[in-house]
């Protein structure tokens, strides 16, 4: 179902311009946040996912007209040998958007984007059944010192928190399988196929919903959503780019400055602070996550060595 992992090596201009495509990718998706969160409660999670997919393929069709000039055909950019694995990454990514703009409209955009960072953690364990990777005791207690952090931040005795909290660990879960599918489709598919599967997916998805959560919305509610969702199709296809030009490893630490921009963002048009218990269960997430990062990094050099 899945193409082997490829060994790549990487350009200088190529790690800077990954950094840069992800870098401001981070950006837009933090600016989308913000559209989302400013809308009025009224206004149901499928409904914004409709409009954000919808409006989405704008970007998303018009760079993919310029990358028809990689491939041989502008059909082409849309074949793939890997279907069903196509359909499963869009499926995850879809019930991962689901539950990160239900924890979006609620939580602090940094407490969001730190519980969002358990990703990498879940990733580990995911590794196990869908790569049969063997994880050792370093990357397990990274795992488990990882989501003692996120604990921390749920606060058991605020059950709101708690709840909407969950959202996000729920959809850095789905992410996770989404990004271990993704890295092995991105060697072989294009990135508007990457990009076109999950919004479509989304569009479907929330199209079945539509009849049973429908409000019309304001003129000044869908110049929102078109924003959102034109600054969102173009995050999602430079993200999908930059790890496309450089390993997942190598870019791991500037991923996590989405929660410098989410931070700022919070506290310019909130006043959002991060509390005690989400800066101890930041550190510890992200530490925990870059570690079980290098330890993944480390292990495939290694291997890499031996068969050398």
């Not at 003692?148 to 909407?164: A, D, R, W, Y």
């Not at 489709?185 to 076109?196: E, G, P, R």
């Not at 530490?287 to 079980?292: A, C, D, H, P, V």
């Amino acid at each position: 179902m899945l193409p082997a992992l490829q060994e790549r090596s990487v350009e200088k201009t190529d790690f800077f311009k990954a950094v840069f495509l992800l870098l401001g990718s981070l950006l837009l998706y933090t600016i989308q946040d913000v559209l989302i969160k400013s809308l009025p409660p009224k206004y149901s999670v499928f409904e914004i996912i409709f409009f954000r997919c919808l409006f989405s393929l704008i970007p998303i069709l018009f760079l993919g007209f310029i990358e028809q000039g990689h491939f041989r055909s502008p059909l082409s950019l849309l074949k793939t040998k890997y279907l069903k694995a196509q359909i499963i990454r869009a499926l995850s990514m879809f019930v991962s958007l689901v539950f990160y703009i239900m924890a979006c409209r609620s939580l602090p955009l940094s407490s969001l984007y730190t519980l969002s960072y358990t990703t990498p953690l879940f990733m580990t364990i995911l590794a196990i059944p869908f790569l049969g990777e063997r994880v050792g005791i370093y990357r397990s207690l990274a795992v488990i010192v990882g989501f003692i952090g996120v604990f921390i931040i749920l606060q058991p005795s605020n059950e709101s928190f708690q709840l909407n909290g969950f959202f996000a660990v729920a959809s850095g879960l789905f992410t996770a399988l989404a990004v271990i599918i993704g890295k092995r489709l991105c060697v072989h598919d294009s990135n508007t196929l990457l990009a076109f599967t999950y919004t479509v997916a989304g569009l479907l998805g929330s199209f079945v919903m539509l009849p049973f959560v429908w409000i019309t919305p304001a003129s000044e509610v869908l110049f929102l959503l078109l924003a959102a969702g034109i600054l969102g199709g173009i995050a999602q296809f430079g993200f999908i780019h930059a790890f496309r030009l450089v390993p997942v490893s190598s870019l791991a630490p500037f991923d996590y400055c989405g929660l410098i921009w989410a931070s700022i963002a919070g506290y310019i048009l909130w006043k959002d602070i991060p509390g005690t218990y989400t800066v101890i269960g930041a550190f510890l997430i992200i530490s925990m996550g870059l570690l079980t990062l290098y330890r993944e990094k480390k292990q495939a050099y290694s291997l890499h060595q031996c068969e050398s």
